[in-house]
C-alpha cells in the first residue's frame, strides 16, 4: 500500500514540474520583455539603408559587445521612401524603437505625436554638453513646439564635386559653372554637370537658387515664401536650359544612386551633392582625383547657404523597451561611434569631442566645410523645417513637377509659383495653430 501511494505522489509531482515547465514555455512565446538568455531586443531603423549599412552593422556589433543584455535588429530603409515608410508605421502603430531621423521630416513625426521628448534624457545623459550646440538648436526649430526629439549625429553641407583632371580650378561664380559646364561637354558622350531630376531634386534646386539669389529667408515680412523671387526664377531658367545640352538625357530621373553612378564613370566633369557622397567618389575616381567646391556665389556676391538637415537619432513612444533605446542612441552619439561613423561618411560630426579628432582637418573637403560654415560672411538661409508638409511638398507634391520643367513641360516661373503658394500656405496654417 506505501508503495502505491509513494508511486502516485511521484506521478503528481510529475505532473506538476511538467505544467510548471509548460507554463514557463508559454509565458516565454507570448512575452515582449526580455527572452530567456536575458536579452532585449531593440528595432533601429536606418534612414538611408544601403551606403551606410556597413557602418552601422560594425557600431552595433560593438554596441552588443559593451551591452550583453541588448541586442539591436537593423532594417535599412531607402533614403527615397522613409518619410512613408515612418508615416505607415506610425499609422499601424508598428514603429522601431530607436530610427534615423533628419530635420526635414521631424515636425511632421513630432505632430503625429510619434516621438519620445529628448531633452530631459539627454540632461541626465553622459553626452550632455558634448554635442554641437548649433545642431541642437537646428533640432529645436525644426519642431513644431520648439522642443528637443532628434539627438544630432551629423551635419552636412551642399558642394559642387569635380573631377580635376577635367577642372582644375572650381567655380567660385554660377557663370564661371555654367560657362564651364557648357567647355566641358564633348560629343558623343562627355558632360559638364549632371543634374538630380528624380527623387531628392528639390532640396537641391531649392539650395542652388538661393545660391545664385543671395535672398536670406524662406518668407517674407508678411509670410510670403521668397521662393519664386526673380533672381530665383532667374536661376532656373538657366539650369533648365542645359538639361541635355551639357548633361545627359537620364539626368530626368536621377536620384542619388543614379547620379553618383553617372559620376562615378568618369564622363561628368561637376555634380551637386552633400558631404555624404565622399567615399562613393574616392571608390570610383581615388581621393586625389576629386575635388569639392561651395556652391557659387550669384550675382549679390554674397555667399548664402541654404542650411541641410541635420541628421540624428529619435526614440519612438511605442518602443517597449526605452531604456536600451536611449541606451543605443547615447552609444551612437558618443565620442568614438559618432567619430567613427562620420569618418566613414565624410560628414561634420555632432559630438563635438569628435570634431576635435585629427581625422576632420586631414580630409580636405571637410576642411572646406567646416572654414566655410564658420566664415563670418556666410549666411546660412533656414528652410522652414517646422512645417508639418514641408517634407512632403519639397518631395511627392512638386518633384514631378520639376521634372515637367526639364522636358519643358512647365516654365520655371509656373513651378516656382506652384511650389512658392503650397509653402506660403502652410505656414499660414502654421501661424493660425501657433495663435499667430
Known amino acids: 500500500m506505501r508503495s502505491t501511494q509513494s508511486t502516485a505522489v511521484g506521478r503528481r509531482l510529475l505532473r506538476a514540474a511538467a505544467c510548471a515547465l509548460l507554463a514557463v514555455i508559454v509565458a516565454a512565446c507570448g512575452s515582449t520583455g526580455p527572452s530567456e538568455s536575458g536579452k532585449v531586443t531593440i528595432t533601429f531603423w536606418d534612414n538611408n539603408g544601403g551606403v551606410r549599412t556597413p557602418i552601422y552593422k560594425e557600431l552595433i556589433k560593438r554596441f552588443e559587445q559593451a551591452n550583453p543584455d541588448i541586442r539591436v535588429e537593423y532594417v535599412g530603409i531607402p533614403i527615397s521612401s522613409v518619410q512613408q515608410k515612418y508615416d505607415t508605421a506610425v499609422a499601424g502603430g508598428d514603429t522601431p524603437d530607436v530610427g534615423g531621423v533628419t530635420t526635414s521630416y521631424l515636425a ?217 533605446a536611449w541606451r543605443f542612441v547615447e552609444f551612437l552619439v558618443s565620442h568614438e561611434a559618432n567619430s567613427y561613423w562620420n569618418e566613414q561618411v565624410g560628414q561634420i560630426p555632432a559630438n563635438t569631442e569628435a570634431q576635435a579628432d585629427p581625422w576632420v582637418s586631414q580630409l580636405p573637403h571637410l576642411k572646406m566645410a567646416v572654414e566655410t560654415l564658420e566664415d563670418p560672411n556666410t549666411v546660412v538661409v533656414s528652410p522652414p523645417y517646422h512645417l508639418p508638409q514641408f517634407s512632403s511638398i519639397t518631395k511627392s507634391e512638386t518633384e514631378p513637377l520639376f521634372q515637367k520643367v526639364l522636358l519643358g513641360e512647365m516654365r520655371p516661373r509656373e513651378f516656382l509659383d506652384t511650389l512658392a503658394q503650397k509653402l506660403t500656405d502652410a505656414q499660414a496654417e502654421w501661424n493660425r495653430a501657433q495663435g499667430g
Open 108 to 324: 511632421n513625426l513630432v505632430g503625429q505625436q510619434a516621438l519620445e521628448p529628448a531633452e530631459d534624457w539627454l540632461a541626465k545623459s553622459s553626452v550632455n554638453g558634448k554635442l554641437a550646440p548649433a545642431m541642437l538648436e537646428a533640432a529645436r526649430k525644426a519642431s513644431p513646439d520648439g522642443k528637443l526629439y532628434l539627438v544630432p549625429n551629423t551635419s552636412n553641407l551642399d558642394v559642387i564635386w569635380y573631377l580635376k583632371d577635367r577642372l582644375p580650378e572650381p567655380p567660385k561664380t554660377w557663370d564661371e559653372f555654367f560657362a564651364a559646364a557648357d567647355r566641358l561637354t564633348k560629343a558623343p558622350d562627355e558632360y559638364g554637370y549632371t543634374i538630380r531630376g528624380g527623387a531628392g531634386s528639390i532640396f537641391q534646386i531649392l539650395a542652388e537658387m538661393y545660391a545664385y539669389s543671395g535672398v536670406t529667408e524662406f518668407f517674407d515680412a508678411s509670410g510670403k515664401s521668397t521662393v519664386n523671387h526673380p533672381d530665383n526664377v532667374e536661376f532656373l531658367t538657366k539650369m533648365a536650359a542645359i538639361y541635355k545640352k551639357n548633361t545627359p538625357a537620364a539626368d530626368v530621373t536621377n536620384d542619388f544612386a543614379k547620379m553618383v553612378a553617372q559620376f562615378g564613370t568618369g564622363k561628368i566633369a561637376m555634380m551637386h551633392h552633400n558631404l555624404g557622397s565622399y567615399n562613393d567618389h574616392v571608390k570610383a575616381h581615388g581621393a586625389d582625383k576629386i575635388g569639392a567646391v561651395a556652391l557659387p556665389v550669384g550675382p549679390s556676391g554674397r555667399r548664402t547657404i541654404v542650411a541641410n538637415p541635420v541628421d540624428g537619432f529619435a526614440v519612438f513612444k511605442n518602443s517597449e523597451h526605452k531604456e536600451a
